[in-house]
C-alpha cells in the first residue's frame, strides 16, 4: 500500500489521538467532592449503550461512514472512562470522610472491571496498527520515508496515550481497593516491552543515519541522499522522543527505568538531572567504560602508529627547521645587497615558520584529518581578524614601508615619534627604543613612519657644531688661532673635511665664534666634550675672557635747579 494512502486514511484518525493524550490529563485532575455520583453513573451508562450501538453499526459501515463511526466510537470510550474515574475518585473521596457510597461503589467498580480488558483490548489494538505502519524503510524514497516516520509518530502517540488511559484505570482500581494486580503486570510487561524495542529502534536509526551522512560525502551532489538523511535524523529524534515518554510513563508506573534513562542519555548527549540518579549515572560509567575498552581493543593500535608517526613528523620539522635557520641566516648575512637587520630576521623567521607549519599540517594528515578545509577556515578566520585589528594592520603596513626604505635599522640612534634614542630592536609592528637615560620605548610603527625621522647616525661621518663667545675687548686673531690649534691637537677630529673656525656673530655681551670640526660618528661626544673643556682651559690660560649676560647700568647727576626749581617753597600739601 502506499505511504501517501496510508497517511490519508490515518489523520481523520489524529483526534483519536487528541482525544486519547487529554484522558491522563482528566484522570489526574480530581472532581470536586460534591460532584453528583448519580449524573455521573446515568451519562456513563448512556456512554456505553451508545459504544455498543456504534460498535453493531460499525460491523455494515464502509468508507467514509466506517471512520466516523471509529471516530465517535473513540470519543465516547474517552469520555465514559473520563466519567468512570471521576466517579471512583468521588466514591473515595466520600468513603474517606465517612459518608456513605455503597450504591455508588458498586456502580464503579462494575464500570472500572469492565473498562479494563476494554482498554487492554484497545493497547493490543493500536500496538497492531503502529507494527502495521512501521514497515522497513529502506526501499522507500527519501520523502516517502519522511511521510512513513510522521504516521509512525502519530501512531506512538496513540500508544502512549492508550497506556496512559491504562495506568489511570489501575490506579483507580487501586483507590478503591479493587484487584489490579493482573492489569498492572500487563501495563508494566507492555511499557518494557515498548521501552526496549524503541532502544533497538534507535540502535538501527543511528547505525542507518551514520552510513547515510557517509554515504553523502560521496555523493554530496545527489538530493535523493539528502532527503534520506533528513528522514533518517528524524527517525532518530522520533525515536529518542518516544522513548522518553515512555520512560516517564514506566517512572509514573513505578518500574525501574535506570536502564533506559541511561540509553537515552548516551544517544542524546543531553546530561541533565538524569545523573542525580546514581543508578543511571553507574549506568552510563559502565557503558562509556565498555565503549573505550572495546574502542582501545579494536582502534588502539592504529592510533597508537598514527600518534607515533604525528610526533616523528613534529621532531623531523623542527631539525628540519633548526637547519633552515642556521642556512638562511647564513645566506642573508653573505648577501650582497646590504639587508637590513630587520629584512635578514624577517626573512628567517619566515623561511622557519614555514617549515613548521608545512610539518605540522602533514602530521595532522596523519589523523585523517582534511587539509583544504582546514586552510579554508584559516583563510576565512585571517580575513575577520585581519578586519578587527585595523590598526595592527596599520602597523604592519608602515613596518613593510621601513623594511623597504630602511630609513634606520638596529643599532642607529634616531629622533622618532618625538622620541630620541638607539634603536634596541623591531619588528614589522614596532621599534624599540632605547633612550640615553635608559628606558626603554616601545613605539607603533605607524607613529613613526606618519612623522620625520631623523636617523643621526646613519652616516660615518658628523659635524660637531660648536660656539664660542669671547669678550668685546679680547683680541680676535689671537682666539682664532687658539681655537683652530685646540682643533688641529685633537687626535679623533678629522682633517678632511677640513675643520671650519669664523667669527660668527656679535651679540649683545660676546664676540662669538662658530667652531666646526668632522669626526667620526662614533667619536662624536667624545670630541664635543673635549674641545668644549680644552676651550675653557687655554682660554684662561691665554687670558681670553668668555663673558657672561651683562648689562650696562649709566647714571647721571643733575642740577639742583632742575631737581627743586622753586627752592624754599612748602610743598606740604
Same mark, same amino acid.
Given at each position: 500500500m502506499n505511504v501517501r494512502?496510508?497517511?490519508s486514511?490515518w489523520?481523520v484518525l489524529?483526534?483519536?489521538l487528541?482525544?486519547? $493524550?487529554?484522558?491522563a490529563?482528566e484522570?489526574?485532575t480530581?472532581?470536586?467532592?460534591?460532584a453528583?455520583?448519580?449524573a455521573?453513573?446515568a451519562?456513563i451508562?448512556?456512554l456505553?449503550?451508545?459504544?455498543?450501538?456504534?460498535?453493531?453499526?460499525?460491523?455494515?459501515a464502509q468508507?467514509e461512514?466506517?471512520?466516523?463511526?471509529?471516530r465517535?466510537?473513540?470519543?465516547?470510550k474517552?469520555?465514559?472512562?473520563?466519567?468512570? *474515574?471521576?466517579?471512583?475518585?468521588?466514591v473515595?473521596?466520600?468513603?474517606?470522610e465517612?459518608?456513605?457510597?455503597?450504591?455508588?461503589?458498586e !456502580?464503579?467498580t462494575?464500570?472500572?472491571l469492565?473498562a479494563?480488558?476494554?482498554i487492554q483490548?484497545?493497547?493490543q489494538?493500536?500496538?497492531k496498527?503502529?507494527e502495521?505502519?512501521a514497515? &522497513?524503510?529502506?526501499?522507500?524514497?527519501?520523502?516517502e520515508?519522511?511521510?512513513?516516520?510522521r504516521?509512525?509518530q502519530l501512531?506512538?502517540?496513540?500508544v502512549?496515550?492508550t497506556?496512559?488511559a491504562?495506568?489511570?484505570?489501575?490506579?483507580?482500581?487501586e483507590?478503591?481497593?479493587?484487584?489490579?494486580e493482573?492489569?498492572?503486570?500487563?501495563?508494566?510487561?507492555?511499557l518494557?516491552?515498548?521501552?526496549?524495542?524503541?532502544?533497538?529502534r534507535?540502535?538501527v536509526?543511528?547505525d542507518d543515519?551514520?552510513a547515510?551522512?557517509?554515504r553523502?560525502?560521496a555523493?554530496?551532489?545527489?538530493s535523493?541522499?539528502?532527503a534520506?538523511?533528513?528522514?533518517?535524523?528524524?527517525?532518530? !529524534?522520533?525515536? @529518542?522522543?518516544?522513548l522518553s515518554?515512555t520512560?516517564?510513563l514506566?517512572?509514573?508506573?513505578?518500574v525501574?527505568?535506570s536502564?533506559?534513562?541511561?540509553?537515552?542519555?548516551e544517544?542524546?548527549?543531553?546530561?541533565g538531572?538524569?545523573?542525580l540518579?546514581s543508578?543511571?549515572?553507574?549506568?552510563?560509567?559502565? !557503558?562509556?567504560?565498555?565503549?573505550?575498552r572495546a574502542?582501545?581493543?579494536? $582502534? %588502539?593500535?592504529?592510533w597508537?602508529?598514527?600518534?607515533?608517526?604525528?610526533?616523528l613528523i613534529?621532531?623531523?620539522?623542527?631539525?628540519?627547521a633548526?637547519?633552515?635557520?642556521?642556512?638562511v641566516?647564513?645566506?642573508v648575512?653573505?648577501?650582497?645587497?646590504?639587508?637590513?637587520?630587520?629584512?635578514q630576521?624577517?626573512?628567517?623567521?619566515?623561511?622557519t615558520?614555514?617549515?613548521?607549519?608545512?610539518?605540522?599540517?602533514?602530521?595532522?594528515? !596523519?589523523?585523517g584529518?582534511?587539509?583544504?578545509p582546514?586552510l579554508a577556515?584559516l583563510?576565512i578566520?585571517?580575513?575577520?581578524?585581519?578586519f578587527?585589528?585595523? /590598526?595592527?594592520?596599520s602597523?604592519?603596513?608602515?613596518?613593510m614601508?621601513?623594511?623597504?626604505?630602511r630609513p634606520y635599522?638596529?643599532? &642607529?640612534?634616531?629622533e622618532?615619534? %618625538?622620541v630620541f634614542g638607539?634603536?634596541?630592536?623591531? *619588528?614589522?609592528?614596532? @621599534?624599540?627604543i632605547?633612550t640615553?637615560?635608559n628606558q626603554t620605548?616601545v613605539?607603533?610603527n605607524?607613529?613613526?613612519? %606618519?612623522?620625520?625621522?631623523k *636617523?643621526v647616525t646613519a652616516q660615518?661621518?658628523?659635524?660637531? /657644531?660648536?660656539?664660542?663667545g669671547?669678550?668685546?675687548q &679680547?683680541?680676535?686673531?689671537?682666539?682664532?688661532?687658539?681655537?683652530?690649534a =685646540?682643533?688641529?691637537?685633537?687626535p679623533k677630529?678629522l682633517?678632511?673635511?677640513?675643520?671650519?673656525?669664523?667669527?660668527h656673530?656679535?651679540?649683545d655681551s660676546?664676540? &662669538?665664534? =662658530?667652531?666646526?670640526?668632522?669626526?667620526?660618528?662614533?667619536?662624536y661626544?667624545?670630541v664635543?666634550?673635549?674641545?668644549?673643556?680644552?676651550v675653557?682651559?687655554?682660554?684662561?690660560?691665554?687670558?681670553?675672557?668668555?663673558?657672561?649676560?651683562?648689562? /650696562?647700568?649709566?647714571?647721571?647727576?643733575?642740577?639742583?635747579?632742575?631737581?627743586?626749581?622753586q627752592?624754599?617753597? /612748602?610743598?606740604?600739601p
Amino acid at each position: 500500500m502506499n505511504v501517501r494512502r496510508i497517511i490519508s486514511t490515518w489523520v481523520v484518525l489524529l483526534a483519536f489521538l487528541v482525544a486519547g $493524550s487529554l484522558l491522563a490529563q482528566e484522570a489526574a485532575t480530581p472532581p470536586a467532592v460534591g460532584a453528583d455520583a448519580g449524573a455521573l453513573i446515568a451519562r456513563i451508562g448512556v456512554l456505553l449503550t451508545d459504544v455498543d450501538r456504534l460498535e453493531s453499526q460499525l460491523e455494515v459501515a464502509q468508507g467514509e461512514f466506517r471512520l466516523i463511526r471509529q471516530r465517535r466510537i473513540v470519543d465516547k470510550k474517552v469520555e465514559a472512562l473520563e466519567k468512570i *474515574n471521576a466517579l471512583a475518585e468521588v466514591v473515595a473521596s466520600r468513603e474517606k470522610e465517612g459518608g456513605e457510597a455503597s450504591t455508588e461503589r458498586e !456502580q464503579a467498580t462494575g464500570f472500572l472491571l469492565r473498562a479494563t480488558p476494554l482498554i487492554q483490548q484497545h493497547v493490543q489494538r493500536v500496538e497492531k496498527a503502529l507494527e502495521s505502519v512501521a514497515k &522497513d524503510p529502506t526501499a522507500l524514497s527519501g520523502s516517502e520515508r519522511s511521510d512513513l516516520e510522521r504516521l509512525v509518530q502519530l501512531e506512538s502517540e496513540r500508544v502512549n496515550s492508550t497506556y496512559r488511559a491504562l495506568l489511570a484505570n489501575v490506579e483507580h482500581l487501586e483507590l478503591l481497593g479493587l484487584p489490579s494486580e493482573a492489569a498492572r503486570a500487563f501495563l508494566e510487561r507492555k511499557l518494557v516491552d515498548r521501552a526496549e524495542d524503541l532502544v533497538a529502534r534507535i540502535e538501527v536509526a543511528q547505525d542507518d543515519a551514520q552510513a547515510l551522512k557517509a554515504r553523502l560525502k560521496a555523493e554530496a551532489g545527489d538530493s535523493e541522499v539528502k532527503a534520506r538523511v533528513v528522514a533518517a535524523n528524524r527517525r532518530l !529524534q522520533d525515536s @529518542t522522543d518516544m522513548l522518553s515518554a515512555t520512560i516517564a510513563l514506566l517512572r509514573d508506573a513505578g518500574v525501574e527505568a535506570s536502564a533506559y534513562q541511561a540509553v537515552l542519555v548516551e544517544h542524546t548527549g543531553k546530561i541533565g538531572t538524569d545523573l542525580l540518579d546514581s543508578r543511571v549515572a553507574v549506568r552510563l560509567v559502565d !557503558q562509556w567504560t565498555e565503549s573505550v575498552r572495546a574502542w582501545v581493543s579494536k $582502534s %588502539g593500535p592504529g592510533w597508537l602508529v598514527r600518534l607515533f608517526f604525528f610526533l616523528l613528523i613534529l621532531a623531523l620539522a623542527r631539525l628540519l627547521a633548526g637547519l633552515v635557520r642556521r642556512l638562511v641566516s647564513r645566506a642573508v648575512a653573505a648577501s650582497k645587497f646590504g639587508l637590513s637587520q630587520l629584512l635578514q630576521r624577517m626573512i628567517i623567521n619566515t623561511a622557519t615558520q614555514t617549515v613548521w607549519v608545512i610539518g605540522f599540517l602533514i602530521a595532522l594528515a !596523519q589523523f585523517g584529518i582534511s587539509l583544504a578545509p582546514l586552510l579554508a577556515g584559516l583563510g576565512i578566520a585571517g580575513f575577520i581578524v585581519g578586519f578587527a585589528l585595523q /590598526d595592527t594592520l596599520s602597523n604592519f603596513a608602515s613596518g613593510m614601508m621601513i623594511l623597504l626604505y630602511r630609513p634606520y635599522d638596529v643599532g &642607529d640612534a634616531i629622533e622618532a615619534g %618625538g622620541v630620541f634614542g638607539k634603536v634596541n630592536k623591531m *619588528n614589522l609592528v614596532s @621599534t624599540t627604543i632605547l633612550t640615553v637615560d635608559n628606558q626603554t620605548l616601545v613605539i607603533p610603527n605607524s607613529k613613526i613612519w %606618519g612623522d620625520v625621522i631623523k *636617523n643621526v647616525t646613519a652616516q660615518t661621518q658628523r659635524r660637531v /657644531d660648536m660656539l664660542f663667545g669671547i669678550s668685546y675687548q &679680547d683680541d680676535i686673531p689671537q682666539a682664532e688661532k687658539l681655537f683652530e690649534a =685646540i682643533l688641529a691637537a685633537h687626535p679623533k677630529v678629522l682633517a678632511d673635511p677640513e675643520p671650519v673656525v669664523r667669527l660668527h656673530n656679535l651679540g649683545d655681551s660676546s664676540v &662669538d665664534f =662658530i667652531v666646526r670640526p668632522w669626526v667620526e660618528t662614533d667619536d662624536y661626544w667624545e670630541v664635543f666634550w673635549d674641545v668644549t673643556r680644552t676651550v675653557k682651559m687655554r682660554c684662561d690660560e691665554e687670558g681670553i675672557s668668555i663673558p657672561y649676560p651683562q648689562q /650696562d647700568l649709566h647714571l647721571y647727576t643733575a642740577s639742583p635747579e632742575v631737581l627743586d626749581p622753586q627752592p624754599g617753597k /612748602d610743598r606740604t600739601p
